[in-house]
Structures are given as structure tokens and as C-alpha cells.
């Protein structure tokens, strides 16, 4: 029972992070948005997703659209660090998917290597 307050709690604090991200984000406009709410923001921001395409690579679909990226300035967030960022997963899930076959032929050295993954070629974006 106590896991489940404790769990509760930090839902809270992370939702009131996001309202206050949203709501500083709303004073800076001019006019206010529907969409700046919280079950809102999360509501358009559940409808950016990953696809797989031609059975191996994964793109973005569909792309982000205005309201999502004025959400995502919110968190210091914008479009090209999202799009990096999905590039960088779809790298990691093409690159982990063709390893598995390579893992039982790999040693030890091998393996550690292979499954580091590729470097962080984003450029950084500011935590919210």
C-alpha cells in the first residue's frame, strides 16, 4: 500500500511540473490556448508516435505538428531534438535487432562493444 502512495506522489509531482511548464509557457502567449492544459498537452503530445517502415527502420508518424511543438517549447524541447532523438531510437532498435543474431557468435569483448550503440549526436536540450 505504501508503494502505491509513494508512487501516487511522484505521479502528482510530475504532473504539477507539467502544469507549471504549461501555464508559464501560457503567459508568454497572447491568447489562451486549449490545448495548454495538462490532460490536454498530454492527449496531443500520446499522438506523436513510431512506425515501422519497410520491416526494419522506424520513422516518426505523423510529423509534429504546430500545437505539439508549442507544447514542446514548453519543455524546452523543439522539433529537431525530437526527431534526433526518434532517429537515434530507430538506430538502437535496427542496430539491436541485427545483433541478436551476432550475440551467440560474439566474445565477451565483442558483445560489450556491440551493444553500446551508437554516440549521442544530438545536441543537448535543456532538462525540464
Excluded at 2 to 29: D, T
Excluded at 48 to 76: C, H, W
Amino acid at each position: 500500500m505504501s508503494a502505491k502512495i509513494f508512487i501516487e506522489f511522484v505521479a502528482l509531482i510530475v504532473r504539477n511540473r507539467i502544469y507549471n511548464l504549461l501555464k508559464e509557457q501560457m503567459l508568454r502567449m497572447e491568447a489562451k490556448q486549449k490545448y495548454m492544459t495538462v490532460p490536454a498537452a498530454i492527449r496531443e503530445l500520446e499522438k506523436i508516435e513510431m512506425v515501422r517502415r519497410n520491416g526494419r527502420t522506424y520513422k516518426l508518424d505523423p510529423a509534429i505538428t504546430k500545437t505539439q511543438k508549442i507544447i514542446l517549447s514548453s519543455f524546452g524541447l523543439d522539433a529537431d531534438s525530437v526527431i534526433c532523438s526518434a532517429d537515434e531510437i530507430s538506430k538502437l532498435l535496427a542496430t539491436s535487432q541485427s545483433l541478436m543474431n551476432l550475440l551467440p557468435l560474439a566474445g565477451t569483448a565483442q558483445k560489450a562493444w556491440l551493444l553500446r550503440g551508437p554516440p549521442n549526436v544530438c545536441r543537448p536540450h535543456r532538462p525540464f
